[in-house]
C-alpha cells in the first residue's frame, strides 16, 4: 500500500517543491509566509482545473465539473490550489488534504494519478513496507469504490427522469406554500431579526452614544493621518524616523461610521463610532479584496487593529493604536503606537489611481481628490510613500511620532530604534 495522510501530502510537496525551483529557477522559502508557495500553487492548479476530464488518461479519482469554471480565474475556481493550503500541509496541519491536491501533485511528479500510481508505484519512498497481498487489496479497494461513483452518477441520472412527472404536482403544493409563506414568515423573520440585533447590541455595546450634529461634521470627512510604523520594522535597516501618510476617509452612515485607509502598500477598511462625548473608537483590517487567500479571509480578519481617538478642537489629534509594523514575514509584530490625524476636508470626490507610469515613477500609491469649496472644484493629488520625519512640513509633528511613540508587545533586545551611522 503507498502512503496516505500527513506523510503522504508532506512528502508529495517537498518533491514537487524540488522540481519547481529545479525547472523555473525560482526558489521557495518554506516557511509560514502563504506567498511564498503561490507560484507552485497556480503550476498545480493548471493541472487540478483539468481533474474534471482526465480520470481516464490519467488514472485519478472522479471530480464533477466546475460549473463556474468558464467564469471564473484563479483562485477562485473549484479545482484551484492556493499558497495557504500548500503551506498548511507542509507544517503538518492537514490531516486529510484534498483529494485533488493530492492528485494534482501525482501528476506533476509521476504524470499520473494517485490510482494508477497504485497499480504501478515507481517511487519507493511513498511505498509503505508489505505484502503483494495488501497492495493488490489496497488497489482492488480504490477501484472497487470508482465502480460504486460511477453507479451512483448513473442512479442519480435515471432518478430524474421518474421526477419529472411528479413536477406538476409539487408545483402546485409550492405554490400554496409560497401564499402562506408570504403572510406568516416575514412577520416572524422581521421579529427574529430585530431581537438578534437588540441582543448583539447589548453584548457587544455597539451604538450606546447617540451623537450630535456637530459630533457628526467633525468627524466625517477626509483626514490624513500620519504613522511611524515604518520605524517598527526590524527587517528595515533604515528605518530611523520613517513615517508614512495615510488617507483616511470616514462617512456616517446610520449611527456610525464608514472608515477607509488607504496606506503606502495596501488599504485599511473597518468602522468608528463614538463612545462617549468627542471619544472615537475605530476598528479596522486590512481590505479582504487585497487578501492573497479567498479560503483564509472568510475565516479571520487580517491584521486587525483598534484606536482610541478624542477630537479636541486641535489642528493635529492623536490616537493611541494596537496596530502591527507590517514587517516580513515572521517580523510582523503587534505593536503599540501613537498616530496624528490631521482633517484635510469633506469627502466629495475620491479616487485611487493604479498601474499608471505614475506610480512607477514615484514609487508609491496615488490618491485624487476633489473638493467643492465655495462651489469651486479643487484638484488635489496625494503621495502615499514612506518618508523621513524631517521631510514633514508640520515641525510639530516631530516629537509626536517619532521613535519614541511606539511600543512592542514582547520585549525586544535592541528594539529602540536609533539612528544609524553611515
Known amino acids: ?54 480520470d481516464q488518461q490519467l488514472g485519478h479519482d472522479i471530480y464533477p465539473q466546475d460549473k463556474r469554471q468558464k467564469e471564473a480565474n484563479y483562485p477562485f475556481r473549484k479545482y484551484d490550489i492556493t499558497g495557504g493550503q500548500i503551506k498548511d500541509a507542509l507544517i503538518g496541519l492537514v490531516s486529510n488534504p484534498r483529494n485533488f491536491l493530492v492528485d494534482a501533485c501525482y501528476i506533476y511528479l509521476y504524470q499520473m494519478g494517485r490510482l494508477a500510481f497504485l497499480e504501478n508505484p515507481v517511487d519507493e519512498n511513498l511505498v509503505n513496507l508489505g505484502s503483494d497481498e495488501d497492495k493488490l487489496e489496497g488497489g482492488g479497494l480504490i477501484r472497487e469504490n470508482q465502480a460504486l461513483k460511477l453507479k451512483l452518477d448513473q442512479f442519480e441520472k435515471n432518478k430524474l427522469g421518474s421526477r419529472s412527472r411528479w413536477t406538476s404536482v409539487l408545483c402546485i403544493i409550492g405554490f400554496i406554500a409560497i401564499a402562506l409563506a408570504c403572510f406568516y414568515i416575514p412577520s416572524k423573520m422581521y ?50 524616523q520613517k513615517i508614512v501618510p495615510n488617507i483616511v476617509e470616514i462617512k456616517y452612515k446610520d449611527g456610525y461610521f464608514i472608515y477607509k485607509r488607504y496606506g503606502a502598500s495596501f488599504n485599511h477598511l473597518g468602522f468608528a463610532q463614538f463612545e462617549g462625548p468627542n471619544l472615537v473608537s475605530v476598528f479596522s483590517k486590512v481590505d479582504a479584496k487585497e487578501s492573497d487567500n ?79 469649496k465655495d462651489n469651486k472644484v479643487i484638484n488635489k493629488i496625494f503621495y502615499i510613500k514612506n518618508m523621513y520625519l524631517d521631510s514633514i512640513e508640520h515641525k510639530a509633528l516631530f516629537p509626536l511620532i517619532n521613535e519614541n511613540s511606539i511600543i512592542f508587545k514582547d520585549p525586544i533586545n535592541d528594539s529602540v530604534i536609533i539612528k544609524i551611522k553611515k
Open 191 to 240: 421579529l427574529e431579526a430585530n431581537n438578534k440585533l437588540e441582543v448583539l447590541k447589548k453584548d457587544l455595546n455597539i451604538l450606546p452614544y447617540k451623537i450630535s450634529l456637530a459630533e457628526k461634521e467633525r468627524l466625517e470627512g477626509l483626514w490624513i493621518c500620519y504613522t511611524g510604523s515604518p520605524q517598527a520594522r526590524i527587517s528595515d535597516s533604515d528605518r530611523y
Open 294 to 372: 479567498k479560503e483564509e479571509r472568510e475565516y479571520f480578519n487580517e491584521s486587525p487593529r483598534h484606536s482610541l481617538l478624542e477630537l479636541t478642537k486641535d489642528s493635529l489629534i492623536t490616537s493611541i493604536s494596537a496596530s502591527w509594523n507590517f514587517d516580513y514575514g515572521n517580523n510582523n509584530k503587534i505593536i503599540g503606537i501613537r498616530e496624528v490625524y490631521k482633517k484635510l476636508g469633506t469627502v466629495s470626490d475620491l479616487k485611487e489611481v493604479t498601474n499608471t507610469l505614475e506610480n512607477a515613477s514615484c514609487k508609491c500609491k496615488i490618491i485624487k481628490w476633489n473638493e467643492v
Open 1 to 54: 500500500m503507498i502512503k496516505t495522510g500527513k506523510e503522504e501530502i508532506k512528502y508529495l510537496l517537498y518533491k514537487c517543491i524540488e522540481k519547481y525551483q529545479n525547472e523555473t529557477g525560482k526558489e521557495i522559502i518554506q516557511n509560514t509566509n502563504r506567498k511564498n508557495y503561490e507560484g507552485l500553487a497556480i503550476e498545480l492548479s493548471e493541472i487540478s482545473k483539468k481533474l474534471p476530464f482526465t
